[in-house]
Nanobody, 126 residues
Framework: QVQLVESGGGLVQAGGSLRLSCAAT????????MGWFRQAPGKEREFVAAITWNGGSTYYADSVKGRFTISRDNAKNTVYLQMNSLKPEDTAVYYCARSPLYGSSNLRHTGNYDYWGQGTQVTVSS
């Protein structure tokens, strides 16, 4: 069993930055790909970014490419999402998740993740 706990969310003005963290307990994340998703009110959960088990490859949604950066520290069992140039449309609950799969096409789909965190709220004011 693994537990994922997100932190770092909050309220920020447009153009600002936040760094989300996802810490795992129970089992190591080092053998797994990790992803970040987000869900705004009334919308489906959508892919934001993913990273392979060793950090060798990263994938991003077009809407965040160039502004967000996913990274990981396997020694700390933690995954990060650095979010810069935030926009009001980035407002959502952000979730991290673990995937036993690999490859860009697999890591963009929620159904390919087996453990999820509880989420952290990010609110961007205009």
């Amino acid at each position: 069993q693994v537990q994922l706990v997100e932190s770092g969310g909050g309220l920020v003005q447009a153009g600002g930055s936040l760094r989300l963290s996802c810490a795992a307990t129970g089992r190591t994340l080092s053998s797994y790909a990790m992803g970040w998703f987000r869900q705004a009110p009334g919308k489906e959960r959508e892919f934001v970014a993913a990273i392979t088990w060793n950090g060798g490859s990263t994938y991003y949604a077009d809407s965040v490419k160039g502004r967000f950066t996913i990274s990981r520290d396997n020694a700390k069992n933690t995954v990060y999402l650095q979010m810069n140039s935030l926009k009001p449309e980035d407002t959502a609950v952000y979730y991290c998740a673990r995937s036993p799969l690999y490859g860009s096409s697999n890591l963009r789909h929620t159904g390919n993740y087996d453990y999820w965190g509880q989420g952290t709220q990010v609110t961007v004011s205009s």
